[in-house]
């Protein structure tokens, strides 16, 4: 997928707080907070991508405080 990107890194690019963002390998869910955030598209060596459409959905519906 092209349009494919880091989820950490836009998180981050994003002004999310690194030390928050975590990956439940057992769902397989991307968390902030420990709450739920996004499912990726693909996971390849630890890294999760989503699409921005995707991410810039789930942030804008993300309840951040």
Do not use: E
């Amino acid at each position: 997928m092209a349009d494919s990107v880091w989820i950490r890194k836009y998180l981050t690019d994003n002004g999310l707080d690194n030390n928050k963002i975590d990956y439940d390998q057992n769902r397989g869910v991307v968390t902030y907070g420990g709450k739920d955030f996004i499912t990726p598209t693909s996971v390849t060596d630890g890294m999760s991508y989503a699409s921005t459409d995707d991410l810039n959905k789930a942030l804008a519906n993300y309840n951040i405080s």
